[in-house]
Each structure stands twice: as structure tokens, then as C-alpha cells.
């Protein structure tokens, strides 16, 4: 049996295999406090439990599943927005979780994230120009003012908004406008890797490909690395060489993503895929919808056995109750899956 930390070993569909994040074991727990003046530990939510992967430079691994999974949490988590609880980030060779302070502000201007609400994520008291300016000014990389806004120009520019745009204020802009200023923010340092924490679901249909099209656009100019986090299976299949799928803080299947949708063989990823809608009505015709039972188990109490045996179609007494949950084994070449009946399907 393969161990968990073996799983990021999976191919990519990338034209380069060199490892740019390495993330083996990384756990993301909130405390659960009791009393008032003096607090006390009594639980703790599992946001992220022991979750593996490696991304390859260049490439765009998805990472989909339910609300409340902790997807946003792990991208979070490997840029060390939130300090992990255990576990190893490798970003171009450095381990980010001890990293020293100075350090790791240094290696910021190569790690950019792209926020899921363009409403929340940009500062109302502030111009376009000096949000996309923020970072160049923190980093004190542009110190000629002239050079810094004709720079900042060609970045709005770049995402298709107008570069005399950059005196006015976000409440002037659209909502797929504002995400396209934050793009150009995450852009500014010209960094190597984004996470890209559901950058289009807070956006109007008719403007969720326009946006996908240009971070496809941008990914192929810059050489930009993607961790794309979603819910929208559609997207992530057109825009993703590999997909993880997690389910309550755990990644339960990781493949390319044709492997994926083609071959799904964890019950979850089954049930997920069998919901998304086929522009086709006889097949859609001959579809069979896999409905779960119940809703997903708190990430502060998991159930005994595998973390989905309470929704599992396929569960069986025992193994799936009282073993503990299973890890990642690749049981097909580039194909990782966590299901103790995985040699069943």
C-alpha cells in the first residue's frame, strides 16, 4: 500500500514535470475554545487533514468539492495565510512553514493569490492604480513614480481594462471588471505560481469565460503555475490538467483530468460528476443521477472509519466504519484514489 506522501507523485499532462509545490501531510486545525476569561481547548475543526500533492511548474491542478471542504482553506494554507497545524509546504525548493519572516516576504513576490469575492478583496478608499501599485510599493520594486504608473497601466491593459481607469474607485466597476483589477494586482510582481481561490463564482455567467479565457491567456504569457480552486466541474475541466477532490478536509481522488471525468472511481467524485448536465439530451436521458443521503459530517466531529462512509452508497459494515480513513493508493498509472472498496469498482 502506498503512502499518503507518495501521492503528489502523479503525472501531469504539463509539457514540464518539474516539481514547483510540494505539499505532503499538511494539516489546517481551528481551535475550539470554551470559557470566557479563561479559555480552555476542547475540540478542534478539521479544515484540512493530511492532505498531499505536488503541483508541476507550468501546469493547472483543480481542486473541487463541496462547500465547506476546505478548499479555500489549503490554498490559503500553502502560501501560509493561515500558519498550518503540521505538515510540509516546498515551494521551489524552500520549506515554507519554517521559513524564516524576512525569508518568506521575499519568496511572497513569487506566490500571488487571486480572492473568490471582487468586491471584498479590493480596498474602497483607494484608486485602481494604487491597488494593483500596493504591491510593487511594499516590495520597493518600481521606485520611479512615472515608470510605476505607466507599468501599472500596461497591467490593466494586459487584463482588458482601460489604463486611464487608474484614478477611479472600485464602486465604479463591475463585477467582472473588479476581478479583472485583482488579476492584475496578482500579476504585479510578476510572480510564478497563484492560487486562484474560486475566481469566477461571485462573477455573472455570461463574464465567467471571458475571465477563464484570460487566465488561460495569461498562464501561456507569463508561464504561470495555477492552483484552481472551484465547484464548477464544467470550468475545471476545460482549464485543469489535473484534478484533486476533496471531501472533508481530505483529497479523495487526484488525476488528469480526463482520468478523472472519464474514469471516476471514488464513490464522491461518482456522485459529483453524475450531477453536472450533459448539452446532449439523450444521454442526459440515459444518465443515472447519483443522489447522496444526508448532509456532509462536521469538520469538528468526523465519523469513526472513512470520513464519507455516512453518505457512501457503496459502505459496507466494517472496513468502511472502523478502519481508519483510507489513504491515497494509485491504483492506475497518474490515478490516486482513497476508497477501501477502490479494487471493487
Known sequence: M?????????TSTSSNHEVILSVKNLKKHFPINS??????QIGAVKAVDDVSFDVMKGETLGLVGES?????????????????TSGSVVFEGKELSTIATNELRHMRRKMQMIFQDPFASLNPRMSVGNIVAEPLKIHNVIQNKFELQEYVESLLQRVGLNPYYVNRYPHEFSGGQRQRIGIARALALK???????????????SIQAQVVNLLEDLQEEFN???LFIAHDLS??????????????????ELGTTDEVYNNPLHPYTQALLSAVPVPDPLIEKKRQRIILKGDVPSPARPPVGCNFNTRCPVAVPGICYQEPDPPLEEVEPGHWVACHRVTDF
Do not use: W
Request: aromatic content about 6%.
Open 68 to 84: 465547506g471542504c476546505g478548499k479555500s482553506t489549503t490554498g490559503r494554507t500553502v502560501l501560509q495565510l493561515y500558519k498550518p
Open 2 to 10: 502506498s503512502s499518503p506522501a507518495a501521492a503528489p507523485a502523479a
Open 235 to 252: 470550468m475545471v475541466r476545460h482549464i485543469c490538467d489535473r484534478v484533486a477532490v476533496m471531501y472533508l478536509g481530505k483529497i479523495v
Open 35 to 40: 470559557g470566557v476569561i479563561i479559555q480552555r
Open 224 to 226: 504561470l503555475t495555477y
Open 191 to 205: 510572480p510564478t505560481f497563484i492560487v486562484a481561490d474560486e475566481p469566477i463564482s461571485a462573477l455573472d455567467v
